[in-house]
């Protein structure tokens, strides 16, 4: 899983995620993130709604560009229904909000990390 948010929200999910066998990666801007999903596919990703250098939206238009695209969740402080509405019709996955909840993170990465897998393994049996 790669993530860019916030550092004390970085803190928060390898808390959160330390007990799992995910590896928790991390990217601080929007171009280390595409510099980092070139390297290697991830399963799923987590970006907070606005960077220093983009938003999360500009993350889904360079991930729209890929063969098979892990989901997408958007982290925001303000994760309204509106927001949440954006993120599903726009082609993200999901919205976590700030402060991140245990249950609601795990749950989240959860069924992402599903998703993204289930969507590799049909994308490679396509081929």
Known sequence: ?????????????????A???????TAS?????????REQAR???VCDAVLGDGTW??????????????????AAHHADE???MEVLNSG????????FEEQEVFR?????WLHGRNRSRAAAQAR
């Open 82 to 84: 509106r927001l949440w």
């Open 108 to 112: 989240v990465i959860s069924m992402a």
């Open 1 to 17: 899983m790669l993530a860019a948010t916030a550092p004390e929200d970085l803190r928060s999910l390898a808390r959160i995620l």
């Open 43 to 45: 399963v799923v990703l």
């Open 19 to 25: 007990h799992t066998r995910w590896c928790l990666e």
């Open 29 to 37: 801007c929007l171009s280390e993130l595409k510099f980092r999903l």
């Open 57 to 74: 939206k500009d993350l889904l238009a360079h991930l729209e560009r890929q063969p098979s695209p892990p989901p997408l969740i958007v």
């Open 92 to 99: 993200g996955y999901n919205v976590l909000g700030k402060p």
